[in-house]
């Protein structure tokens, strides 16, 4: 089955402990990113990459690091969490190119800083 | 970036069609306007997109105006499962960056 998967998708951590948030597609997808959804603010995008090794800023990408070693993955990295980066996160993917926007999401992960 | 605007909210009885707008004056020429929904807090889901042609499938129709300054997603026949966040987004030049706003919040009402 065609899918995308975060993991953890429920987590409480505490500030300044360092966490990886982890996304893995088996579509064989290109395009990979990651969002932040927040009350009253819609999906705003973190962090993107358009293939491996290659990576770029989004909308929102202060305190976080991703990284794309490989195609399936696309993990995000928190160095140093703090209270404002409580949120819940999508990663998604797509084939890229044209079809960029034909975006397949993950299930989410719900993330509490303390 | 080609930015999309929205309402915010929208009421719709069941069984009539639901028509969310949007508008994105400063798409350009070769930008492709998709669109999502998102139930509760699950991940959105790809409904339908478009370039310049109206669009149909078994979710809904995109209409785009000849200009392509805006355009409307229709369902023709709404249920109370199409109560959902919708997302109108326009990937800048095909690039990485998506933006996708705040989007319209439509309720499905008996």
């Known amino acids: 089955e065609a899918q995308v998967t975060q993991n953890p998708r429920y987590l409480i951590t505490v500030t300044g402990k360092k966490l990886t948030v982890t996304c893995s597609q088996n579509m064989n997808h290109e395009y990979m990113s990651w969002y932040r959804q927040d009350p009253g603010l819609g999906l705003r995008q973190i962090y993107y990459s358009m293939n491996v090794e290659v990576t770029d800023k989004g909308d929102v990408p202060e305190g976080y690091k991703v990284s794309r070693k490989e195609k399936r993955n696309f993990p995000l990295i928190l160095e140093s969490p703090s209270p404002n980066q409580t949120s819940l996160y999508f990663c998604?993917?797509?084939?890229?190119?044209?079809?960029?926007?034909?975006?397949?999401f993950g299930e989410g992960s719900r993330l509490t800083v303390l | 970036d080609a930015k999309t605007t929205q309402p915010p909210s929208m009421d719709c009885a069941e069984g009539r069609a639901a028509n969310l707008p949007c508008n994105h004056s400063?798409?350009?020429?070769?930008?492709?306007v998709y669109w999502y929904r998102q139930i509760h807090s699950q991940g959105p889901q790809y409904i339908i997109h478009?370039?310049?042609n109206n669009e149909t499938n078994e979710m809904a129709s995109l209409i785009i105006t000849e200009d392509r300054k805006s355009s409307t997603l229709i369902l023709p026949h709404a249920t109370l499962r199409d109560t959902a966040v919708y997302y109108c987004i326009v990937p800048y030049n095909q690039g990485g960056k998506l933006i996708f706003g705040q989007g319209t919040e439509l309720s499905v009402k008996p």
């Open positions: 478009g370039l310049k």
């Open positions: 998604a993917s797509s084939s890229g190119g044209r079809d960029t926007g034909e975006l397949f």
């Open positions: 400063t798409i350009s020429g070769n930008e492709y």
